[in-house]
């Protein structure tokens, strides 16, 4: 993910928990807010109880990578926040995907395939 595609400052994650709509299964909670740009951002926390900070690397590495292989399904014009749970430690990638994808569409921002 490039640069614009993050999104990093505490004053933007606020905003967002404020105003956005939340979703959630047992591994992750998803943030999602519109906006007017014509691309998506992603922002992630993994809080220091999942695990050490390999364990948080592996998870934000995880999250990242599956953004970039789901980008052309996910509803652009978005600012989501992906908050990792502690049963998020335990999963290999497929899993995490997977379970991503999962409250993504619980979230309806995932576009149907045609």
């Known amino acids: 993910m490039n640069k614009r595609q993050r999104i990093k400052r505490n004053a933007e ?3 967002i928990f404020k105003k956005g709509k939340s979703f959630a299964n047992r591994q992750f909670v998803v943030y999602c807010l519109a906006k ?3 691309y998506y951002r992603v922002g992630l926390s993994v809080s220091k109880k999942v695990g050490n900070a390999v364990v948080r690397n592996r998870i934000k590495r995880y999250i990242r990578q599956t953004f970039l292989e789901i ?3 996910v509803y652009s014009k978005m600012d989501y926040i992906i908050i990792a749970r502690n049963p998020a430690a335990k999963l290999d ?3 995490t995907k997977k379970s991503l994808e999962h409250v993504l569409k619980i979230a309806k921002v995932i576009k149907k395939k045609s």
Request: hydrophobic share 15%; aromatic share 16%.
């Open 13 to 15: 994650f606020q905003e």
């Open 36 to 38: 007017e740009e014509d």
């Open 71 to 73: 980008h052309d399904q």
């Open 93 to 95: 990638f497929h899993e």
